[in-house]
């Protein structure tokens, strides 16, 4: 029967859709509104209630007689009796206008059953109205569907309508282009066919219905690696679901991996690699990501995907007989003396494979370094590098420890944790260290103390980072010495099937550390700072000159900014003792009343054989203060490390223009000059201190009588062994500079007399 109910008057329709929040303009041109359809009788009899395949219907969920009730729609769509296990049943429904009060909710019943097969609907709230979108797996032949339209109000006792914009709906009847259904519960097998010394096996299918789970099953051999793949290819847009897959070990439903893509990323690429320890036939559910509180996945008949599956023999030889994934099952090799190296080779094949290599070193009553370097080889990968979540990098790592004690206990760890003489830690350099070294204190494998870090960063960001090496110092020790290497990727979940080199020597110290090396511990290198009168600094007069090599540590950064990734360290990178330290203590001269002295400071560094400069250099002061004693003027003069304003009394090349101390801070920023100047020759790259520094000794270092001058490595690009020259000596006082704007030498402040009192004159520390 077709009900035509006319439309209230104006003013009943504006109450109304007080109450419903309906839409009271009536259709266009007609002034009525059909309301057909209203039950599962009509949607089973009447012939405008029966959806045919792939022909829209446009009706309205408009006002009926019982407005709390809100109109339904009621339709019914014949199932041929051709249908089998791979039909599907498509169903459309949305709103073509830009906006609509009503919520379209459409729901897929059997013909004799109140329960839903399906129901979804559009809550788009204030925005616009979205498709709501149906594929459902019916392979029932020669029977009929109802599908019920409504609305789906957020308040259930005030449903909406709209007389003014249809809705469209729309059923197609599909053959489901995924060959492999059903395979929900049962899996479609994998065949694996040998391809060389790899055996491949492929598939292919569509999540193409709500909820849909597909499951591939292949049979594994224990020893052997397992690659998986599944990927999505992009087709332009994102699809209706989140792929994610599970991987299955044999006869259970324990996983071995899990994963999904981020949302709206497209395509969808996700792959493990396994090393098998389970044989048997495993099992690789693909589906739809769902989330807590997440509402099914929905199915998406435009989106395929691909399977791949590789099985590889074990190829690196730390793993083929055992392997080395352990600490206590580290690959070790013995280094007799310094001047021995040795090479390890492996490959991070499978996620969760770690390799550990030691060496062990045999007594020695001097200082040595131990340098190592991680290089990758040029051999033939099986599988390719296992995907990344979007923007992140492969972050491998290179990790280096010793051993605390020989038992994991509570008391190793405290040693661990709070003995520098056994665990030494950068505090200054990496602000992280406590919580990084303190990790490898509570390891559970052994208590170890980290010595050195470096993890791979992304090369776009940091394209000169070559930190994939390092050098440690390796003190003194009666007994052997055992230095164990870790390699990893951050977090264990990643692979690349690549081979790669770890290459580790055992070297003597320079000549001069050693030297200075007394009961253990490196001594300051007594100096005299001698006179140059009027003059500058000679090159190559020893009496001016102090030399050394800085070997070890990753090199200091000028203002200790982390995010540069400069040199060998990039911005997670960790070494415990930042930079090898050489110190000097300068005997200063007795002088007479002024006491002020120019101070001349010069230094260079080697260069490469290619002509770059391995790290610069940082001189990091203490004066003696003889104006201030510990105990109030008969006792040793106090150190004076900071400047008046607190900063560190640290020297190190900077080629910005900036204020000296002598300049006034209301000065413009035009007089302010370089504190330092450069200059590459074919052997060195030298450094010296400028005029316009006006670097001086005050009086009361003068009288203090002592300078300690600790060198260290700066921005450290190369381990290469190379020697540096610092050159200081005094001189007369005050020296002159040329002004910024050129011109007359400008006199550096001169000391004057006030009532027999020196005043004014050098003031260094003043900042």
Same mark, same amino acid.
């Given at each position: 029967?077709?009900?035509?109910?006319?439309?209230?008057?104006?003013?009943?329709?504006?109450?109304?859709?007080?109450?419903?929040?309906?839409?009271?303009?009536?259709?266009?041109?007609?002034? &009525?509104?059909?309301?057909?359809? !209203?039950?599962?009788?009509?949607?089973?009899?009447?012939?405008?209630?029966?959806?045919?395949?792939?022909?829209?219907?446009?009706?309205?969920?408009?006002?009926?007689?019982? &407005?709390?009730?809100?109109?339904?729609?009621?339709?019914?769509?014949?199932?041929?009796?051709?249908?089998?296990?791979?039909?599907?049943?498509?169903?459309?429904?949305?709103?073509?206008?830009?906006?609509?009060?009503?919520?379209?909710?459409?729901?897929?019943?059997?013909?004799?059953?109140?329960?839903?097969? +399906?129901?979804?609907?559009?809550?788009?709230?204030?925005?616009?109205?979205?498709?709501?979108?149906?594929?459902?797996?019916?392979?029932?032949?020669?029977?009929?569907?109802?599908? /019920?339209?409504?609305?789906?109000?957020? !308040?259930?006792?005030?449903?909406?309508?709209?007389?003014?914009? #249809?809705?469209?709906?729309?059923?197609?009847?599909?053959? !489901?282009?995924?060959?492999?259904?059903?395979?929900?519960?049962?899996?479609?097998?994998?065949?694996?066919?040998?391809?060389?010394?790899?055996? +491949?096996?492929?598939?292919?299918?569509?999540?193409?219905? $709500?909820?849909?789970?597909?499951?591939?099953?292949?049979?594994?051999?224990?020893?052997?690696?397992?690659?998986?793949?599944?990927?999505?290819?992009?087709?332009?847009?994102?699809?209706?679901?989140?792929?994610?897959?599970?991987?299955?070990?044999?006869?259970?439903?324990?996983?071995?991996?899990?994963?999904?893509?981020?949302?709206?990323?497209?395509?969808?690429?996700?792959?493990?690699?396994?090393?098998?320890?389970?044989?048997?036939?495993?099992?690789?559910?693909?589906?739809?990501?769902?989330?807590?509180?997440?509402?099914?996945?929905?199915?998406?008949?435009?989106?395929?995907?691909?399977?791949? +599956?590789?099985?590889?023999?074990?190829?690196?030889?730390?793993?083929?007989?055992?392997?080395?994934?352990?600490?206590?099952?580290?690959?070790?090799? !013995?280094?007799?003396?310094?001047?021995?190296?040795?090479?390890?080779?492996?490959?991070?094949?499978?996620?969760?494979?770690?390799?550990?290599?030691?060496?062990?070193?045999?007594?020695?009553?001097?200082?040595?370094?131990?340098?190592?370097?991680?290089?990758?080889?040029?051999?033939?990968?099986?599988?390719? #590098?296992?995907?990344?979540?979007?923007?992140?990098?492969?972050?491998?790592?290179?990790?280096?420890?010793?051993?605390?004690?020989?038992?994991?206990?509570?008391?190793?760890?405290?040693?661990?944790?709070?003995?520098?003489?056994?665990?030494?830690?950068?505090?200054?350099?990496?602000?992280?260290?406590?919580?990084? /070294?303190?990790?490898?204190?509570?390891?559970?494998?052994?208590?170890?103390?980290?010595?050195?870090?470096?993890?791979?960063?992304?090369?776009?960001?940091?394209?000169?980072?070559?930190?994939?090496?390092?050098?440690?110092?390796?003190?003194?020790?009666?007994?052997?010495?055992?230095?164990?290497?870790?390699?990893?990727?951050?977090?264990?979940?990643?692979?690349?099937?690549?081979?790669?080199?770890?290459?580790?020597?055992?070297?003597?110290?320079?000549?001069?550390?050693?030297?200075?090396?007394?009961?253990?511990?490196?001594?300051?290198?007594?100096?005299?700072?001698?006179?140059?009168?009027?003059?500058?600094?000679?090159?190559?007069?020893?009496?001016?000159?102090?030399?050394?090599?800085?070997?070890?540590?990753?090199?200091?950064?000028?203002?200790?900014?982390?995010?540069?990734?400069?040199?060998?360290?990039?911005?997670? $990178?960790?070494?415990?003792?930042?930079?090898?330290?050489?110190?000097?203590?300068?005997?200063?001269?007795?002088?007479?009343? #002024?006491?002020?002295?120019?101070?001349?400071?010069?230094?260079? &560094?080697?260069?490469?054989?290619?002509?770059?400069?391995?790290?610069?250099?940082?001189?990091?002061?203490?004066?003696?203060?003889?104006? *201030?004693?510990?105990?109030?003027?008969?006792?040793?003069?106090?150190?004076?490390?900071?400047?008046?304003?607190?900063?560190?009394?640290?020297?190190?090349?900077?080629?910005?223009?900036?204020? *000296?101390?002598?300049?006034?801070?209301?000065?413009?920023?035009?007089?302010?000059?370089?504190?330092?100047?450069?200059?590459?020759?074919?052997?060195?790259?030298?450094?010296?201190?400028?005029?316009?520094?006006?670097?001086?000794?005050?009086?009361?270092?003068?009288?203090?009588?002592?300078?300690? +001058?600790?060198?260290?490595?700066?921005?450290?690009?190369?381990?290469?062994?190379?020697?540096?020259?610092?050159?200081?000596?005094?001189?007369?006082?005050?020296?002159?500079?040329?002004?910024?704007?050129?011109?007359? #030498?400008?006199?550096?402040?001169?000391?004057?007399?006030?009532?027999?009192?020196?005043?004014?004159?050098?003031?260094?520390?003043?900042?």
């Amino acid at each position: 029967m077709r009900l035509r109910t006319r439309l209230l008057p104006l003013a009943l329709l504006l109450l109304a859709a007080c109450s419903s929040e309906g839409d009271d303009t009536p259709d266009a041109g007609t002034g &009525v509104v059909e309301d057909l359809c !209203n039950n599962r009788e009509e949607a089973l009899t009447n012939a405008d209630c029966e959806l045919k395949p792939g022909v829209p219907m446009e009706r309205f969920l408009a006002l009926t007689g019982d &407005v709390k009730a809100g109109d339904e729609d009621w339709y019914s769509v014949r199932i041929p009796a051709s249908a089998n296990a791979r039909t599907l049943v498509h169903v459309t429904g949305t709103y073509l206008a830009a906006s609509t009060p009503v919520n379209l909710s459409v729901t897929v019943q059997e013909k004799d059953k109140s329960t839903a097969l +399906v129901a979804k609907s559009d809550q788009h709230g204030a925005g616009a109205p979205k498709p709501v979108d149906i594929v459902l797996p019916y392979g029932t032949p020669d029977t009929q569907l109802i599908i /019920v339209v409504r609305d789906a109000p957020v !308040n259930p006792a005030r449903p909406a309508y709209d007389a003014r914009s #249809p809705y469209r709906l729309t059923v197609e009847l599909l053959e !489901n282009p995924d060959t492999n259904e059903p395979n929900d519960t049962t899996p479609t097998p994998i065949a694996l066919a040998a391809q060389g010394a790899v055996q +491949v096996g492929t598939a292919q299918g569509y999540l193409a219905t $709500d909820n849909d789970v597909d499951r591939f099953s292949f049979p594994l051999t224990a020893g052997k690696i397992a690659y998986v793949r599944v990927n999505a290819p992009d087709q332009g847009f994102p699809p209706n679901y989140r792929l994610s897959y599970e991987l299955l070990r044999p006869n259970s439903t324990d996983k071995e991996s899990e994963g999904n893509v981020l949302p709206k990323v497209h395509p969808g690429v996700l792959a493990t690699a396994r090393k098998v320890k389970l044989a048997g036939t495993w099992v690789l559910v693909v589906k739809g990501y769902r989330g807590n509180n997440e509402p099914v996945p929905a199915g998406d008949l435009r989106q395929p995907y691909a399977v791949e +599956v590789r099985v590889v023999d074990e190829a690196d030889p730390n793993d083929q007989s055992g392997d080395n994934d352990a600490h206590a099952r580290a690959s070790t090799n !013995n280094l007799g003396a310094p001047g021995a190296s040795t090479t390890f080779e492996g490959r991070l094949g499978y996620v969760s494979d770690r390799d550990w290599f030691a060496v062990k070193l045999s007594s020695l009553a001097r200082p040595s370094v131990l340098r190592y370097r991680l290089t990758e080889r040029s051999t033939a990968t099986r599988f390719d #590098p296992l995907p990344l979540p979007l923007g992140q990098m492969a972050d491998r790592q290179v990790l280096a420890f010793t051993k605390v004690g020989t038992a994991v206990t509570a008391e190793q760890r405290a040693t661990c944790t709070n003995d520098p003489a056994v665990c030494p830690r950068d505090t200054r350099e990496h602000p992280d260290a406590p919580a990084l /070294v303190q990790t490898y204190c509570n390891n559970a494998e052994a208590v170890l103390c980290l010595h050195s870090l470096r993890e791979e960063s992304d090369p776009a960001r940091f394209p000169g980072l070559s930190n994939f090496q390092g050098v440690l110092p390796v003190p003194s020790h009666g007994t052997e010495a055992t230095y164990h290497f870790l390699v990893q990727d951050d977090g264990n979940n990643w692979a690349d099937d690549r081979d790669y080199r770890l290459e580790v020597s055992w070297e003597d110290e320079d000549a001069e550390e050693v030297a200075a090396y007394s009961g253990g511990v490196e001594q300051p290198r007594a100096k005299t700072l001698n006179d140059v009168g009027t003059g500058n600094l000679p090159v190559g007069n020893a009496t001016f000159e102090a030399k050394g090599q800085l070997t070890y540590g990753h090199g200091r950064l000028r203002g200790n900014d982390r995010a540069t990734g400069l040199g060998v360290r990039g911005p997670t $990178d960790y070494d415990a003792v930042a930079s090898d330290t050489d110190r000097f203590q300068y005997q200063l001269p007795a002088l007479s009343a #002024p006491e002020d002295a120019a101070w001349l400071v010069q230094w260079e &560094v080697q260069n490469l054989p290619d002509g770059g400069t391995p790290h610069g250099l940082a001189l990091d002061l203490t004066f003696c203060d003889g104006s *201030a004693t510990t105990d109030g003027g008969t006792g040793p003069c106090t150190d004076v490390t900071t400047t008046s304003t607190g900063g560190a009394l640290t020297l190190a090349y900077n080629p910005t223009a900036m204020r *000296a101390w002598h300049t006034s801070t209301s000065a413009p920023l035009s007089s302010y000059q370089a504190l330092y100047q450069m200059e590459k020759t074919a052997s060195t790259t030298r450094v010296t201190v400028a005029p316009y520094a006006c670097s001086c000794l005050e009086r009361r270092f003068i009288k203090g009588g002592t300078l300690k +001058v600790a060198v260290s490595a700066t921005e450290r690009t190369d381990y290469t062994p190379v020697g540096y020259t610092l050159r200081t000596g005094y001189g007369d006082y005050p020296r002159s500079y040329t002004a910024a704007d050129g011109g007359s #030498p400008t006199s550096c402040p001169a000391p004057t007399q006030d009532g027999g009192t020196w005043v004014g004159g050098c003031q260094f520390t003043r900042q």
